[in-house]
């Protein structure tokens, strides 16, 4: 079976600092795998944060945590990535949730990383509270 698990979310001071994880099934397979992190919070649709090509490891961020967050991934051997997430603000805070589609091309992932259709599975999601 196909499905994800994300884990690492929790409640920290404005400044402070988190690392979230996701690890995809085996069921997640084929071709070169892309990971994205998206984040909800109530009210408001469901953005896009980072993702990463696992086949050459690009990695694309959203303006509003470029400087702030990593995505990186742990091996080449599997599908777990981190972000780690730096110098929280209080808009920061939600609900983060991992993403993943296979058969992934490069110059198609780079049009397409921050949009919700993009991506065939999703994990269940794991809260992240800022506190200011």
């Known amino acids: 079976q196909a499905h994800l698990v994300e884990s690492g979310g929790g409640s920290v001071q404005a400044g402070g600092s988190l690392r979230l994880s996701c690890e995809a099934s085996?069921?997640?397979?084929?071709?070169?795998?892309?990971m994205g992190w998206f984040r909800q919070t109530t009210g408001k649709e469901r953005e896009g944060v980072a993702g990463?090509?696992?086949?050459?490891?690009?990695?694309?961020y959203a303006d509003s945590v470029t400087g702030r967050f990593t995505l990186s991934q742990a091996s080449a051997d599997n599908l777990v990535v981190h972000l780690q997430m730096n110098s929280l603000k209080f808009e920061d805070t939600g609900v983060y949730y991992c993403?993943?589609?296979?058969?992934?091309?490069?110059?198609?992932?780079?049009?397409?990383?921050?949009?919700?259709?993009?991506?065939?599975?999703w994990g269940q999601g794991t809260p992240v509270t800022v506190s200011s």
């Open positions: 993403a993943a589609v296979p058969w992934c091309r490069g110059t198609w992932y780079a049009r397409r990383w921050f949009e919700i259709v993009a991506y065939d599975y």
């Open positions: 085996s069921g997640v397979s084929g071709g070169s795998v892309c």
């Open positions: 990463i090509h696992t086949g050459d490891g690009t990695t694309y």
